[in-house]
């Protein structure tokens, strides 16, 4: 009888001690879990990628050599082209942000510790698309096409489109790409000089580019007609502070 109230006894205080397991474990279930749900949410957050000043559709055709790229970006053919004729102030090197971004991507460029090695022969070569930190050459100022008094430092300008194609513009640092019908017209007002417009037939064809000073105070008109071959045409207009107008 005595050793059956032993054994019984024993596996009581057993069951006990499974049961005082168990009760401390239940809580600390929960805050596992909480803590792994926080640190997936950490490294969620942590992995959303930034989003890129300079998407690479900036330095696609057609936008390439039709878009000038937003200032402190890498330049494109068009930026390059403008700032070497002296239409555009010259390009300001990248940020270090945007060059941990890379021109065109979201993802980090990778480092040069995780590229394969490369010969000196080839390290002397820039690599394709790469970004000369090098001023260009600006060419030699020209005679202005025609000149205008300007109001307070500021002019409105009359586009008249005289071909039946449509003509892109866009007003560098102002506006975006917007595109003017054949045989209408449109009134940009209040810009401050210097400014440079672009323009473009959409259907790649050539326009001569003809400004004159409007009957109105602070005023030029810039007409485009058809040309016949390249050399006629033109495609950006800049007004100085002092009122020259030039033609490119």
Do not use: W
């Amino acid at each position: 009888m005595n050793m059956k109230f032993k054994n019984f006894r024993k596996s009581a205080e057993l069951f006990g001690a499974m049961c005082g397991g168990l009760l401390i474990t239940l809580p600390a279930i929960p805050q596992a879990l909480a803590q792994q749900s926080v640190g997936q949410q950490s490294v969620g957050q942590q992995s959303t990628p930034k989003i890129n000043p300079c998407p690479r559709v900036f330095y696609e055709e057609p936008h390439n050599s039709r878009v000038v790229v937003p200032q402190g970006c890498p330049p494109n053919a068009l930026t390059q082209r403008l700032a070497a004729q002296g239409l555009l102030p010259v390009p300001a090197t990248p940020s270090q942000e945007q060059t941990r971004l890379g021109v065109g991507g979201e993802a980090p460029v990778p480092s040069v510790s995780s590229q394969s090695p490369v010969s000196a022969e080839q390290t002397q070569q820039p690599a394709t698309g790469a970004v000369s930190t090098e001023q260009p050459l600006l060419q030699p100022r020209q005679t202005p096409s025609t000149t205008i008094a300007l109001t307070n430092g500021t002019v409105n300008i009359r586009l008249i489109n005289d071909t039946a194609a449509n003509v892109t513009y866009q007003v560098i640092g102002d506006t975006a790409p917007r595109s003017l019908q054949g045989k209408s017209y449109v009134t940009l007002q209040g810009l401050r000089a210097p400014v440079t417009v672009t323009f473009e037939r959409q259907d790649s064809g050539q326009l001569i580019v003809t400004p004159q000073p409007s009957s109105e105070s602070g005023s030029l008109e810039v007409r485009f007609k058809e040309a016949t071959n390249a050399a006629q045409g033109r495609s950006a207009l800049r007004i100085e502070r002092n009122g020259s107008v030039f033609l490119n």
